[in-house]
Nanobody
Framework: QVQLVESGGGLVQAGGSLRLSCAVS????????MGWFRQAPGKEREFVAA????????TYGNSVKGRFTISRDNAKNTVYLQMSSLKPEDTAVYYC????????????????WGQGTQVTVSS
């Protein structure tokens, strides 16, 4: 069974930075495209970023382009989300997910999910 565990969330001031990590176990990490999603209270889950299994291709949601960077270390079975220039509207629970498809942007195409980590950006 594939398990994903996120870490690195917390409270940060607007304009600050955070790096989220997602450690994957129980599967062949290199077989999966990895994605990050977020969900704020009362809102639908939103696509943030995704990276291909080969670490070559990435894609981002419009609201985070130019501010967030997704990366992965296949030797460590870990995917990262570097978040910069954070805004209060980035406040949400952030989830990582694994997919057998090529960098999907829709949550229904992801097979495995972590429990989420809270990111709170104060103004």
């Amino acid at each position: 069974q594939v398990q994903l565990v996120e870490s690195g969330g917390g409270l940060v001031q607007a304009g600050g930075s955070l790096r989220l990590s997602c450690a994957v176990s129980g599967g062949t990490f290199g077989n999966y495209a990895m994605g990050w999603f977020r969900q704020a209270p009362g809102k639908e889950r939103e696509f943030v970023a995704a990276i291909s299994w080969s670490n070559v291709a990435t894609t981002y949601g419009n609201s985070v382009k130019g501010r967030f960077t997704i990366s992965r270390d296949n030797a460590k079975n870990t995917v990262y989300l570097q978040m910069s220039s954070l805004k209060p509207e980035d406040t949400a629970v952030y989830y990582c997910a694994a997919s057998g498809l090529s960098i999907p942007t829709r949550s229904r195409f992801y097979d495995y999910w972590g429990q989420g980590t809270q990111v709170t950006v104060s103004s």
